[in-house]
């Protein structure tokens, strides 16, 4: 609708005869997206690092700094006066006008959760209780309830440090470790390789019922919180007690019972089995922190961990390392400093910037750049499986490309896909060819991970039912349980599959056209009927429609399928009339799509995009959407920052700074060669 809203202004605006005018545009077009092109390289050269890979901001996320800066109290390890200023300077740009704190940094609807952690954090730091900022906090809070009302794991971190008593909670048992694998639907090892990291050193910390002792902030902010009823809480009447704001997913009947189950289990466990689990779950730590070089796989199991080892032996070596290791999550730019929700996003970075330079027919001209960036790829990929890995439920990763760097270690399907496609697509021109056991490897990774659904996961083979989705104990996170087959990492693994077959022999050729042809099942399956693809890692149908439209142009779909087709109508629906896409990340928690107020410059990539590989007749529209992209182009050659585009867990967004770098470069060279070919 609004796309002809667009066209008509321009064949009414006056004397020109339609055709004409757009002959000029495309003239003006063709030399402006030349230019930003070259303009977009520069950029990138500009901006790579030594390692050839971009660094770039992986902020969003607010629960972060609040479990660290409590690990930091409890280790009486306070944060250097400027990382003080720096964290404070992030929090305030973070916090809504009615005093909250939202889940992540541009989140509206302000959370309990994390206005909590937000405020006791801010304390940490020693800003006063009569500070503005946190006044306002302190009322948002006390008009929400007060932590008795915060989603689990506000509770967890304050059980921690005193501010909550472990009572409180619904029981998180390390006897669940002990149960054998094979027999048990609900076993940990099933869950989500986040959720189940996570809920590894939570169950550990509940168990031995860890807490710091008292000190004069933590009795301060007692009595703050609570506003002076400490002493007289009821805390085992507050299990389930959880705000309207932070209830996302609210708590099930069968949660309910879960738990009850689990009490009564808690209150016959002899203690001999109890330490026993507390052993099993402190080895399975301790292997997560060994074979991670004490990365761990995510910012939240990083500090738990760190607690663990801190609460195990606080003079230990390995709470040492855990602890100096957190640093690898904090960065700072013009926000302020800001923990990341990963050690850092740069494979994946790497993978896509290439993958827009040689889009370009311009690659010969940044031949060291893409050596350089091909080096970082070479170097991250993983060259072995981890050891004794079966007994801690780990898969293979031998051959797979992980979403940082190789340090940190776990594969991931879509990272393996697109550091596999990154390295084909240089292969010949500007890098060696892939060594033939490299390549094996990936692809073998790639095919045994896929679901029987035809779709894939995540991290892993998907290990559990999807009602294990009823026991999401978190109230605030959506599909943390189990390890789903998604569209985008479906896609980039038909992608890759695809790009590799001219290496295969005729057996293992076989057997990807095959996986190919039952990945196109599951994207198809997973359409909607207005035509769109429901992204869960970017906001969010924008993001999903280009994976499914290019995962089943990859599966050899001709771009006349009504598929591809319905998929371009719904984007096309959506075209605004300055010719961009802009959508809410609000969507992705409403999964329905929500117009923004503004078009971005990702968002409109990826949907001009989609229309070029998808051959759309219609030309305008892709004219306008590049146009937008070329006048939003700086003249240093790079793009303002704009609202996130990254999310998780539906409610969570997260910050990745680079697509705004090489996004809009990929869909103008895709757009600038199908205008050439014309
Ligand atoms: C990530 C980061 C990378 C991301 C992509 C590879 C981009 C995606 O295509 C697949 C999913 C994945 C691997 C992903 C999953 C969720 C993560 C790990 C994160 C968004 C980074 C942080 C987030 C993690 C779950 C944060 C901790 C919170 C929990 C609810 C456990």
């Known amino acids: 609708m609004r796309a002809e809203d667009g066209s008509r202004r321009c064949s009414s605006e006056g004397t020109i005869a339609p055709m004409m005018a757009s002959n000029i545009v495309d003239f003006e077009l063709g030399a402006g997206t030349d230019r930003a092109v070259r303009r977009a390289l520069a950029n990138l050269e500009r901006r790579q690092g030594e390692d050839g890979a971009w660094a770039g901001a992986y902020g969003g996320p607010m629960f972060l700094l609040p479990m660290y800066l409590a690990l930091c109290h409890a280790a009486k390890r306070p944060p250097s006066e400027t990382q003080r200023a720096r964290i404070i300077a992030y929090f305030e740009r973070a916090q809504n006008e009615d005093g909250s704190v939202g889940v992540h940094a541009e989140d509206t609807h302000g959370s309990l959760f994390c206005s909590v952690l937000a405020y006791v954090a801010l304390r940490m730091l020693e800003v006063p209780?009569?500070?503005?900022?946190?006044?306002?906090?302190?009322a948002f809070i006390h008009r929400h309830?007060?932590?008795?009302?915060?989603?689990?794991?506000?509770?967890?971190?304050?059980?921690?440090?005193?501010?909550?008593?472990?009572?409180?909670?619904?029981?998180?048992?390390?006897e669940l470790w002990l149960l054998p694998y094979a027999a048990t639907p609900f076993h940990p090892a099933r869950l989500w390789c986040h959720c189940r990291q996570v809920y590894l050193p939570m169950s550990w910390l509940y168990g031995r019922r860890a807490r710091i002792d008292d000190d004069e902030l933590i009795r301060a902010l007692r009595d703050e919180l609570y506003d002076g009823a400490w002493s007289s809480i009821d805390w085992s009447a507050h299990r389930d007690t959880v705000a309207q704001v932070d209830a996302y997913r609210p708590p099930s009947r069968l949660l309910a019972l879960a738990n009850a189950a689990q009490r009564a289990v808690e209150r016959i466990t002899p203690d001999r089995v109890r330490a026993m689990a507390l052993g099993k779950v402190r080895e399975h730590i301790a292997y997560e922190d060994e074979v991670t070089n004490f990365i761990d796989i995510?910012?939240?199991?990083?500090?738990?961990?760190?607690?663990?080892?801190?609460?195990?032996?606080?003079?230990?070596?390995a709470f040492e390392r855990a602890f100096a290791t957190c640093e690898s999550y904090l960065f700072d730019n013009e926000l302020g400093t800001m923990m990341q929700g990963y050690n850092s996003s740069k494979l994946w970075d790497v993978a896509f910037a290439t993958q827009a330079i040689v889009a370009t027919p311009l690659g010969d001209e940044h031949r060291t750049m893409l050596e350089r960036?091909?080096?970082?790829?070479?170097?991250?990929?993983?060259?072995?499986?981890?050891?004794?890995?079966?007994?801690?439920?780990?898969?293979?990763?031998?051959?797979?490309?992980?979403?940082?760097?190789?340090?940190?270690?776990?594969?991931?399907?879509?990272?393996?896909?697109?550091?596999?496609?990154?390295?084909?697509?240089?292969?010949?021109?500007?890098?060696?060819?892939?060594?033939?056991?490299?390549?094996r490897d990936a692809v073998m990774l790639i095919l045994d991970w896929q679901n029987d659904d035809g779709g894939w996961a995540t991290y892993e083979k998907r290990r559990g039912g999807a009602w294990l989705e009823k026991l999401n104990p978190s109230q605030v996170f959506g599909d943390i349980m189990v390890d789903y087959s998604y569209v985008e990492c479906t896609s980039a693994c038909m992608q890759a599959l695809r790009a590799s077959l001219p290496r295969f022999g005729r057996r293992l050729a076989a057997r990807a056209r095959r996986a190919i042809a039952k990945g196109e099942r599951f994207l198809r399956n997973a359409q909607r009927p207005d035509g769109s693809f429901e992204g869960s890692w970017g906001v969010c149908f924008t993001y999903g429609t280009w994976f499914g439209v290019t995962g089943l142009l990859a599966a050899g779909v001709p771009t006349s399928d009504r598929a591809i087709r319905s998929a371009c109508d719904f984007l096309l629906a959506y075209q605004r009339s300055d010719g961009g896409w802009g959508e809410e990340g609000d969507s992705c928690r409403e999964r329905r799509y929500i117009p923004s107020d503004t078009a971005g410059v990702?968002?409109?990539?990826?949907?001009?995009?989609?229309?070029?590989?998808?051959?759309?007749?219609?030309?305008?529209?892709?004219?306008?959407?590049?146009?937008?992209?070329?006048?939003?182009?700086?003249?240093?050659?790079?793009?303002?920052?704009?609202?996130?585009?990254?999310?998780?867990?539906?409610?969570?967004?997260?910050?990745?700074?680079?697509?705004?770098?090489?996004?809009?470069?990929?869909?103008l060279s895709e757009f600038a060669r199908e205008e050439r070919a014309r």
Not at 298 to 317: M, R
């Open 145 to 174: 309830g007060s932590p008795l009302a915060a989603a689990q794991w506000a509770k967890v971190t304050l059980s921690l440090v005193g501010l909550y008593r472990w009572d409180g909670l619904t029981p998180l048992l390390p």
């Open 298 to 317: 995510g910012p939240v199991n990083k500090v738990l961990n760190a607690f663990v080892a801190f609460f195990d032996d606080p003079k230990s070596e």
């Open 602 to 667: 990702v968002q409109t990539s990826w949907a001009l995009s989609t229309l070029v590989r998808a051959q759309h007749p219609n030309r305008q529209a892709k004219a306008r959407a590049a146009k937008l992209l070329v006048d939003r182009q700086e003249s240093d050659g790079s793009w303002a920052r704009e609202p996130l585009v990254g999310v998780f867990n539906k409610t969570c967004l997260i910050d990745y700074d680079n697509y705004r770098h090489y996004f809009p470069l990929w869909a």
């Open 129 to 138: 209780k009569d500070d503005a900022r946190v006044r306002r906090m302190l």
């Open 373 to 439: 960036a091909y080096g970082y790829v070479r170097d991250n990929q993983i060259l072995d499986d981890v050891p004794r890995r079966k007994r801690f439920y780990r898969d293979a990763s031998r051959g797979g490309w992980p979403f940082s760097n190789r340090a940190h270690g776990w594969p991931i399907t879509d990272c393996t896909a697109e550091g596999l496609k990154c390295a084909l697509a240089l292969e010949g021109r500007f890098a060696p060819r892939i060594p033939e056991p490299l390549l």
